[in-house]
């Protein structure tokens, strides 16, 4: 039977990030595979999302999300001028309305306890002067806020991971892990319906990096208690485009829903310039990425308070996403969870839930907390 030291499920923008840190933090025999059951890396929720580099501002103080985004943003930035992907460094504004101004302070006290830099309050007449078609009482900028090419993003690392040693396997679906002493047992389906193959190996290390399969695989892993894997909420964000020239130069964020489970209907900028406006958050019943043409007039409403400019017919839908969310749709906020032995109490086993925003954002330090920390004792 085939062995590999560490297997890693996943090659979201996480798992390649995980890929990428053990293969160039170990030595070259320790061998390293990493699978995924779609054609090609990034296909689900790290594929469909904004694009992203967030600052901190929203996260519980203490959090995993806050830390690891803190730590992330700054990772990331050296990462993408290191390794020449595309970004820019475009800032982003927090716009509020008069009867928001409570909730614009209680963003930036948070910002503040999480160590966001440079997050500066912006005058009505300032802002107007900035981004003239938006409508706010009052605003925050947020300069180290920024936007990224994602599959740059993760083609480069999926191919720096490689160079290293790391063999790549997609089309692969792993059915069932036995825990054995010293390591698992992992089977898997490879190719596509009618041309599936069975291939079995050993692993001393496995890592559970399935994003949206998350639950479903650790529910396949004889030996683990199935009271440590958290219930699963699949809730969809829909993008909407919008046609024309774009009305803003800044990403322009409204304050968060109050129950915060999004950040509201934003407007963000691609790297051509190109302003889409998302995600709105429903909770779905199984992965579904259409984007329902009735959502429209959900974005028109939101849209409109702080851009009344907009015209219904601008909009055209986009993209979809689907956030592998812990917390039921009225139950508030939920971490990252990331387990290991200590938690589950498999040896070699580390796990990781809910990594939804600002899952992109954290990729490259949380690949560190797990690689660098001693989350797989060797």
Request: glycine share 10%; aromatic share 8%; net charge negative.
């Amino acid at each position: 039977m085939e062995h590999f030291e560490l297997c890693i499920v996943g090659a979201g923008v996480v798992g390649l990030a995980l890929a990428e840190r053990f293969a160039h933090t170990r030595p070259r025999t320790f061998s390293i595979l990493l699978v995924d059951s779609n054609a090609s890396f990034g296909r689900e929720t790290s594929s469909r999302n904004s694009e992203v580099i967030h600052a901190g501002i929203y996260y519980t103080p203490g959090s995993l999300k806050a830390q690891l985004c803190t730590e992330g943003r700054h990772l990331l930035y050296q990462y993408c001028q290191a390794h020449g992907i595309a970004h820019r460094r475009i800032g982003k504004f927090i716009v509020a309305q008069e009867h928001e101004l409570e909730s614009l302070e209680r963003a930036f006290h948070t910002a503040m306890q999480n160590g966001v830099e440079n997050l500066q309050w912006v005058s009505q007449q300032a802002l107007s002067e900035m981004e003239p078609l938006v409508h706010a009482s009052h605003a925050l900028y947020s300069p180290g806020t920024g936007i990224l090419d994602s599959h740059g993003l993760m083609s480069t690392l999926l191919a720096e991971a490689e160079r290293a040693g790391v063999q790549y396997a997609p089309l692969t679906r792993v059915v069932a892990v036995q825990a054995q002493d010293g390591g698992f047992i992992v089977q898997t389906e490879c190719g596509v319906p009618g041309h599936l193959e069975n291939f079995e190996f050993r692993c001393r290390y496995l890592i559970n990096a399935a994003g949206l399969h998350a639950q479903e695989l650790a529910k396949r892993i004889e030996g683990l208690d199935k009271s440590n894997v958290p219930a699963l909420f699949l809730s969809r964000g829909c993008y909407f485009s919008l046609a024309g020239k774009a009305p803003f130069r800044h990403l322009i964020y409204p304050v968060p829903d109050q129950n915060q489970r999004g950040l509201g209907i934003h407007a963000t900028l691609d790297l051509a310039g190109q302003v889409r406006f998302g995600p709105d958050v429903e909770y779905v019943e199984e992965i579904d990425y259409r984007v329902p043409e009735e959502r429209r007039e959900i974005f028109v409403e939101a849209i409109r308070r702080y851009y009344p400019g907009l015209r219904a017919d601008q909009l055209h839908p986009d993209y979809s996403g689907i956030r592998p969310k812990l917390s039921a749709p009225n139950g508030g906020v939920a971490d990252f969870l990331i387990q290991d032995e200590t938690t589950h109490g498999l040896p070699g086993l580390v796990q990781l839930f809910g990594i939804e925003s600002p899952g992109l954002t954290a990729s490259l330090a949380i690949a560190r907390l797990v690689a660098d920390k001693g989350m797989l004792q060797e």
